[in-house]
């Protein structure tokens, strides 16, 4: 999962190839853990909120395996998609909701 700040988003990438964005809806004063399975799956605030309030996210990254952690990601929208890099991982998302690595 990343965040864009620039446009308050949440993309989720799968294993399986799809990918989603959700708009990042948590403010500062919510609870830090959105659900007892977020608190559970060890992912909190804005991410916690979008996996917790989105069965489609749950199934793209599964649970968490570590803690966030902050990485500048650079974002560029295109006709047909978007790139997204961040610690030289580049993403290309289709708007037919596939995703490949380049």
């Known amino acids: 999962m990343y ?7 949440i ?9 989603t964005v959700v708009a990042d809806n948590w403010v500062e004063g919510q609870p830090n853990y ?3 399975a977020g608190q559970t799956a060890g992912v909190q605030r804005g991410f916690g909120k979008a996996w ?4 489609t996210i749950q199934t793209l990254v599964g649970r ?6 902050a990485a500048t990601v650079s974002f560029a929208v295109f006709q047909n998609g978007l790139i997204l ?3 030289g991982i580049t993403r290309v998302a289709y708007n037919s909701g596939s995703w ?3």
């Open 3 to 9: 965040w864009v700040g620039a446009t308050r988003s």
């Open 11 to 19: 993309y989720a990438f799968g294993a399986n190839g799809k990918w």
């Open 34 to 36: 959105s659900c007892s």
């Open 52 to 55: 917790c309030n989105n069965n």
């Open 64 to 69: 968490s395996t570590g803690s966030e952690y």
């Open 85 to 87: 890099r961040a610690e």
């Open 100 to 102: 490949e690595s380049r």
